[in-house]
């Protein structure tokens, strides 16, 4: 049984897994600055006897795993490896040593258990054909995105990927289970910056001035009608303003309002479209109101599609090894993540790998200065992407 051996080899380096994950999590390093971190990946794949390893974008690596007939298929595997500028607030022994910088989106989790699944599929060998391609990206966390950098690098050619697979933690779902969406799963993410000048003056004669306060309240209702009133009801779309600073005083009114806020699509088309509309109605409603907009919608991350085939393979492996029991069917989740640059290039499946422990406390969400997993998901997240992997090799 395929399974079985996969379980017992992912047994076999939990230990050693769990190791580097602590040592990661203890020195994490921000976006394109991974230099530690790739030395590390790097000697712990020479130690486990995977010598085809080549650096990509500066700061991360591509490993070839080679089966018995190498040049069959190939399959792509994708772990990120940077981490966040967070302070971390744990207490726990492997305590980021990086004042204000934390793995606080678990990409120690998922480096380490790929690592795992590397030392898996290289002891499988014999049992498949074709080669797989271990990508360790760096920079997910950072525009323009590391998997763009490593995409225009040439990851995808050379012996040219099939699928792409990647994993990521996810604190709403328990150690043990992982969960799966078919299709459109996470959005497109952009960066909105605004600015309002009016004219500042007395809060006691605003004839005499252009308020920019009360114009920008204006602004941050106007740009909901963009997501209830423009956006089509199959179109998912989310504008949220999380920024605004106008320095005033009690009876000062500012010169100038400053706003920073994030667009979220699921639809290339529409998200174009929604950047004229947010333009537009800034601009409009500021003018209206006599003061002038500068706005600026960058664009960041495209949505994520998960190929229906390869997720669907990739979930039924999932139940197989893990039982029907432990996976879940996911709801779209309108979080960006540059592993969308993959999936709009090959066939892919980015599925989520739970990590919570409510008994242990263990229930923190995503880039929050607590967060932390059950280590017990990283025996799961080795052995399941190595059984995943060895389904698509074998199909
Ligand atoms: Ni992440």
Not at 7 to 19: M, T
Not at 381 to 394: D, S
Request: net charge negative; aromatic share 6%.
């Amino acid at each position: 049984m395929v399974a079985e051996q996969v379980k017992n080899l992912s047994g076999e380096i939990f230990e050693r897994v769990v190791a580097f994950r602590r040592e990661m999590h203890q020195n994490p390093e921000l976006s394109f600055e991974e230099f530690e971190t790739q030395k590390r990946i790097r000697k712990f794949l020479l130690d486990i006897g995977i010598t085809d390893v080549k650096d990509c974008a500066n700061t991360g690596l591509i490993a070839l795993i080679k089966g018995k007939n190498p040049d069959k298929k190939t399959i792509g595997l994708r772990a990120d490896i940077d981490a966040l500028p967070i302070k971390e607030e744990n207490q726990c022994e492997y305590k980021s040593s990086n004042e204000g910088v934390m793995h606080a989106c678990g990409h120690d989790v998922h480096t380490s258990s790929m690592l795992g699944t590397a030392y898996i599929l290289n002891k499988l060998r014999d049992q498949f054909e074709g080669t797989v391609k271990v990508v360790f990206q760096p920079g997910e966390e950072r525009l323009p995105g590391g998997a763009s950098i490593m995409i225009k690098e040439g990851v995808l050619q050379n012996p040219t990927v099939e699928t792409m697979t990647g994993q990521h933690v996810m604190p709403l779902i328990d150690a043990g289970k992982v969960g799966f969406r078919k299709g459109l799963y996470m959005a497109s993410a952009d960066e909105i910056y605004i600015t309002i000048h009016g004219k500042g003056g007395h809060g006691a004669h605003p004839h005499m001035n252009v308020d920019p306060i009360a114009i920008s309240a204006q602004v941050i209702t106007a740009l909901q009608q963009v997501v209830s009133r423009q956006a089509k009801p199959a179109m998912p779309t989310v504008v949220s303003i999380g920024k605004i600073v106008g320095l005033g005083s009690t009876n000062i009114i500012p010169d100038k309002v400053e706003m920073e806020g994030t667009l979220r699509t699921f639809n290339e088309e529409w998200r174009m479209e929604a950047h004229k509309r947010i333009i537009q109605v800034a601009t409009s409603v500021t003018e209206a109101l006599g003061g002038q907009c500068e706005i600026e919608v960058r664009k960041g991350y495209p949505f994520l599609n998960n190929h229906e085939e390869t997720t669907e393979q990739a979930r039924q492996a999932a139940v197989e090894y893990l039982g029907e029991e432990n996976v879940e069917d996911l709801d779209i989740w309108p979080a960006g993540e540059d592993f969308a640059y993959f999936s709009q290039e090959v066939d892919s499946c980015f599925y989520r790998l739970g990590i919570r422990n409510e008994e242990k406390g263990i229930t923190s969400m995503l880039h929050t200065p607590t967060f932390d997993i059950d280590e017990s998901a990283l025996e799961v997240g080795a052995g399941l992407m190595a059984f995943i992997a060895l389904k698509q090799l074998n199909a």
